[in-house]
């Protein structure tokens, strides 16, 4: 779990990096499919990630804005603030975890109850979702994307025959 957590966070990090080489305008720009725009969908993905891993500790939940946080800084400065929440308890994660149930409501008030491990799962899955839809922008606008690659980023380090 935490391998996939770290290779999220490795990638999205190099979105920053390569936003920094992008127009504001660029970055706000509305765009076809996901949330609407590149900081927009990096602002999306970190608000999601931190308010799944409050959710299921039963911690309290707010939705942000993106209007206080339009600027890549600024993001940038939400995703730093969010993970001193969020890294402490992926990295405390352990197999006890996997089948603790979460119950939540849906808006029309069915319960609805699912596996941490699951969850977690979605989160993991929801940010390589979004990565992909970056990718495809970044060809729109003619920069070469951050490449998805886990292979080679020294994510398993420490394991027989690795260096």
Known sequence: MQTLFHYNWM?????YQWCEDVSGEELLK????GVGGILKTLFHITDVEWSWIQAIQGKP???EDF??????D???????KFRLDVEPFVEAW??????????????????VTDAWGEVMRHVIAHEIHHIG???????EIGKPPVSANLIGKGLMDGLPGRM
């Open 133 to 139: 839809q970056l990718s495809v922008w970044s060809r």
């Open 61 to 63: 939940d707010f939705q």
């Open 67 to 72: 209007e206080q946080y339009n600027s890549l």
């Open 74 to 80: 600024k993001v940038r400065a939400l995703d730093a």
């Open 94 to 111: 352990h197999d006890g975890l996997e089948r603790r149930i979460f119950e939540d409501h849906l808006p029309d008030g069915r319960a």
């Open 11 to 15: 990638i999205r990090e190099e979105w």
């Open 30 to 33: 509305t765009r076809t499919g």
